[in-house]
């Protein structure tokens, strides 16, 4: 079945460690998205992606870091930067850009801090 | 960016339709309004989008006002699993292309038996 795979589900990092989140997309998209969630509240965007070996930053995006070497990946990096990385991340996929092209999410990672 | 203002939570008793308002009374003529659910501990979930006419799929139907202020999702027979939080978003360009969600905190909908 085509869908968005996130993996993996629940990740603990610990202090001044990178952590790498993975998103694989089967569904052709070119345009891909990730988002943070903190409880009780909605999602922000942190990167997003049109098209392969481009990206841009979102609202949140100091202390990550991405890649779109291919179409179907997409991954996010969390450093040691990012002073509060515990968060619920999301990702998701859109046919293209366009602003009548629905998101679709993937299952999204739980990441803690140790 | 428009705003969107939605009811905390609603019930709804189970078979019965349920019916979430949200008002978007800022949206651009060129702006879209978007309609996710999301479960505990589960990415959110695409169910419906419409632009100026009314709109049904499978699983609901989304009413716009004429002069795009206010929507309405209609989940015409709720079940328990209908149960989540629902997320009402106007789709917004970002500047440099591509486009973003804006979720806000939604309406808990919780359906009885």
């Known amino acids: 079945d085509g869908g968005i795979t996130q993996s993996p589900k629940y990740l603990f990092r610990k202090e001044g460690q990178n952590v790498t989140l993975s998103c694989e997309q089967n569904l052709n998209h070119d345009a891909m998205y990730w988002y943070r969630q903190d409880p009780g509240q909605g999602l922000r965007l942190i990167y997003y992606s049109q098209i392969v070996n481009d990206f841009q930053k979102g609202d949140i995006a100091e202390g990550y870091s991405v890649s779109r070497e291919k179409k179907e990946s997409f991954p996010l990096t969390v450093t040691s930067a990012q002073k509060n990385p515990t968060a619920f991340y999301l990702c998701?996929?859109?046919?293209?850009?366009?602003?009548?092209?629905?998101?679709?999410f993937g299952d999204g990672t739980r990441l803690s801090i140790l | 960016d428009a705003k969107t203002t939605q009811p905390p939570s609603m019930d709804c008793a189970e078979g019965r339709a349920a019916n979430l308002p949200c008002n978007h009374s800022t949206i651009s003529g060129n702006e879209y309004v978007y309609w996710y659910r999301q479960i505990h501990s589960q990415g959110p979930q695409y169910i419906i989008h419409?632009?100026?006419n009314n709109e049904t799929n499978e699983m609901a139907s989304l009413i716009i006002t004429e002069d795009r202020k206010s929507s309405t999702l209609i989940l015409p027979h709720a079940t328990l699993r209908d149960t989540a939080v629902y997320y009402c978003i106007v789709r917004v360009l970002v500047t440099g292309g591509g486009n973003k969600l804006t979720f806000g905190t939604g309406t808990q909908l919780k359906v009885e038996l």
């Open positions: 419409g632009l100026k």
């Open positions: 998701a996929s859109s046919l293209n850009r366009g602003a009548g092209q629905p998101q679709h």
